[in-house]
Structure formats: structure tokens, C-alpha cells
């Protein structure tokens, strides 16, 4: 019986033409503006070994000051596909792999910003390493959608392939450092 189920399972995708996914047309970040308003912004660019983990097909990495010498990063990693081991690494879990504690984790609207009609809501994380302390917001934009659940991710991610034949996506991600004794109002409206 085993046997005959998965025969009949395996027969029909062996006959089906075979699917190739569709990226859509997208800029790529190297025109990602670096003066924002009043912030200025310094590209950076990641280290070989982490771009061979992280397997992805574009990014951006910039650090943008103000006139404050308040620094915000701003860090988006795109994937054209998200198959084959190649996809958004959560910062919940590689943040606690590189030595981070999380202190706060939650979610937040982003007062005054919509996306398509939808306000943004994003992932809200205080994290410390030894007396350093950073305000993190991240969410992933995949496919027309606004998401802060890494399990929804990975089921658009499968439901988007069969169904679109896309997995692109990307994260996006912005860090704050906290001074000490320093409001997280204050970090939060930077």
C-alpha cells in the first residue's frame, strides 16, 4: 500500500514539464540613495565568508549619520530564489549566534508609514553584548508582502513557488546603537 502511494504521488511529478521560477524586474541596490533627507550614508560591503553563507543575490549595507553623528545601519539582503538552501537569514536566530542577548522582543507599527495601504509593522528587538546595546527593527518584504513571522516566511516562500513560481524576497533590517542611559524613544524615533 505504502508502495502504490508513493508511486502514485511520485508518477505525476515526474510527467510534469519542469517549473522554472520567475524573478521579477527589480533596480538593483547599487542605486540605493545614500543621502536621505539629513542623513548621509557610507556604503559598506560584507565580508566573502559571510556572502558564502548567506548565498544571496544582491544587498546593501550602509551606514547613514546625521547631523548629530547619530548613526542608523540599514542592512537588505535580496534573494532572487529562496530554494536550495538560499534564503533570508532571520535575525532572531543569527543575532544570538554572533554572542547577542535579546533583552526586548515585539512588534511596533512604524507611525505615518503604509505600504499598498497597510501600515508597517516590524519586528522590535533590544539586544546587548557586554555593555553595548542596539535597537534593532527588521521585517521581510516577499512577494507584496509586509512580514515579521519567520514561520509565514518559510510558508509563502513554498505556497508563492507552487502557486507563482517565485520565492524571491528580501530582509530588511536597521540597527541603532544605544548610548548609556540613552531613551529607547529617542533611539525608536531615530
Known amino acids: 500500500a505504502v508502495l502504490v502511494l508513493a508511486l502514485l504521488t511520485l508518477i505525476p511529478g515526474l510527467t510534469l ?8 524586474q527589480r533596480t538593483s541596490f547599487t542605486d540605493f540613495p545614500v543621502q536621505l533627507e539629513q542623513w548621509k550614508g557610507r556604503v559598506g560591503k560584507l565580508e566573502t565568508i559571510y556572502l558564502d553563507a548567506l548565498k544571496l543575490t544582491d544587498y546593501a549595507l550602509i551606514d547613514y549619520t546625521n547631523a548629530s553623528g547619530e548613526v542608523v545601519n540599514f542592512y537588505s539582503a535580496y534573494y532572487e530564489s529562496q530554494r536550495k538552501g538560499q534564503s533570508a537569514h532571520s535575525p532572531k536566530s543569527c543575532l544570538p549566534g554572533g554572542g547577542w542577548v535579546m533583552e526586548q522582543f515585539g512588534q511596533r507599527a512604524i507611525e505615518g508609514v503604509v505600504i499598498d495601504g497597510v501600515p508597517l509593522v516590524v519586528n522590535r528587538v533590544v539586544i546587548a553584548q557586554g555593555e553595548s546595546r542596539q535597537l534593532v527593527y527588521y521585517w521581510f518584504q516577499q512577494r507584496g508582502r509586509l512580514i515579521t513571522n519567520e514561520y509565514l516566511v ?3 516562500v513554498f505556497w508563492d513557488g507552487l502557486t507563482k513560481n517565485r520565492s524571491d524576497g528580501a530582509l530588511v533590517r536597521l540597527v541603532a546603537p544605544l548610548r548609556e542611559g540613552e531613551d529607547l ?6
Not at 514539464?17 to 521579477?24: A, F, G, H, L, S
Not at 524613544?185 to 531615530?190: I, Q, T
Open 17 to 24: 514539464p519542469k517549473r522554472t521560477e520567475v524573478p521579477p
Open 154 to 156: 518559510k510558508w509563502y
Open 185 to 190: 524613544d529617542h533611539a525608536d524615533a531615530l
